[in-house]
C-alpha cells in the first residue's frame, strides 16, 4: 500500500485510493495536519473536522451568527481558502438576477442573518414601496409584490402587464394612455370595467344622434372601439341584407331623441306596397303593421 519490493524508504501513498480525493492545497499539505496524533484510520472527512476554528473565528460575515452550515465546500474551495464565492442561483431557491448579482452580501442580509432570510420582494423594498408617489402605492391600494411591475434588470421605469395581470386587455388606443386618465385620484382598485365610467361626458355631449335623448345603452362597445372613437358603428342585426340601402340612422328613425319610433314609409311608398299586398287580408299601411309582419326585414 505505502511501500515497494524496489526500495523500503520513502514510502508513499495513493491518497485517492481512500475515496477522499486530495486536491489543491490538501494535496500539499502534511499527512500531520489532517491526522493528528498519528491516528489514521477513521478520519472525518467533514470540512468542520479540520476547519471548526476557522468557523468558529470568522466574522467577515460572522458565521456562527448567520447559522451558516458546517460545510466549507459550499463557499471555500481547497484551491484557496480566501475569496470565498457562494452561488446563491444553486444554493438557494433565491436565484440572483440582473442587478441583485452585484450587490454585497450586506446588501440583503443586513442582519447579519442568512439562514432562513424572507425572499419577498418588500421584505428588501418595504421603504421605497412606501415612499412611492408617482403613483402612490399605498394609497392605490397596490400589492407590495414589486416583481408585478418592477425587474431586477432595472428598478425604473417600472412596466404593468395590464392584459395579463388584469381581466381588463388593453388595446388599440387604450395602449398608449396613461394610467392616471383611467384611475382617477390614484385609485387602481377596483376601477370600473366597463366603458361609461370613463367616456360618459362623450356620451352626454352626442348630439349626432343624442345619445341621452335616444336613450341610447350606456356599453359603448355596441357602436365604438378603443382603435377609433369616432366613425361608429352599428351592426343592425334586426334588418340584416336587404335594409343596407338606408344611409343614415334618421332614415327609419326620424325621432333622434327616440329610436324605439321607426317609420318604414319614408322608403315604402303606398302606392309600392299596395301592389304587392293586393289580396293579402288584414293589410293596412302603417309602420307597425309592416314590422308585425317582417320582423327581420325580409319579404
Known amino acids: 500500500m505505502c511501500h515497494g519490493t524496489t526500495q523500503w524508504p520513502g514510502a ?22 489532517c491526522h493528528a496524533n498519528n491516528v ?16 468558529n473565528g470568522s466574522v467577515n460575515p460572522d458565521h456562527i451568527a448567520a447559522g451558516f452550515p458546517q460545510d466549507c465546500s459550499i463557499c471555500h474551495s481547497t484551491a484557496q481558502w480566501p475569496g470565498a464565492v457562494f452561488n446563491h442561483t444553486s444554493g438557494t431557491q433565491f436565484p440572483l438576477t440582473g442587478t441583485h448579482t452585484s450587490l454585497g452580501c450586506s446588501s440583503c442580509h443586513s442582519s447579519g442573518v442568512y439562514n432562513g432570510l424572507e425572499q419577498t420582494c418588500v421584505s428588501c423594498h418595504l421603504e421605497r414601496y412606501n415612499s412611492a408617489a408617482d403613483p402612490n402605492h399605498i ?17 425604473t421605469p417600472a412596466g404593468f402587464n395590464h392584459s395579463s395581470q388584469t381581466s381588463f386587455e388593453l388595446t388599440g388606443a387604450h395602449t398608449t394612455v396613461s394610467c392616471a386618465n383611467c384611475h382617477i385620484g390614484g385609485q387602481y382598485a377596483g376601477t370600473p370595467a366597463d366603458c361609461y365610467p370613463c367616456h360618459q361626458s362623450f356620451y352626454d355631449q352626442t348630439t349626432n344622434p343624442n345619445h341621452s335623448a335616444a336613450q341610447f345603452p350606456t356599453t359603448c362597445d355596441i357602436c365604438h372601439t378603443t382603435t377609433q372613437w369616432t366613425g361608429a358603428t352599428f351592426n343592425h342585426t334586426w334588418f340584416p341584407e336587404n335594409h343596407r340601402s338606408a344611409n343614415t340612422c334618421d332614415d327609419c328613425h326620424p325621432n333622434a331623441s327616440n329610436y324605439a319610433i321607426f317609420n ?14 293586393a289580396g293579402r287580408p288584414n293589410y293596412v299601411y302603417n309602420s307597425a303593421n309592416c314590422y308585425a309582419c317582417h320582423p327581420t326585414g325580409t319579404k
Open 12 to 33: 508513499s501513498f495513493n491518497h485517492n485510493s481512500t475515496g477522499y480525493i486530495l486536491a489543491g492545497a490538501h494535496s500539499d499539505a502534511g499527512c500531520d495536519l
Open 40 to 55: 489514521f484510520a477513521g478520519t472525518p472527512t467533514q470540512c468542520a473536522s479540520c476547519h471548526l476554528a476557522e468557523y
Open 139 to 155: 394609497a392605490a391600494g397596490f400589492p407590495q409584490d414589486c416583481a408585478v411591475c418592477h425587474t431586477t434588470t432595472g428598478w
Open 264 to 277: 318604414c314609409l319614408g322608403c315604402h311608398s303606398q302606392r309600392q306596397t299596395a301592389s304587392s299586398h
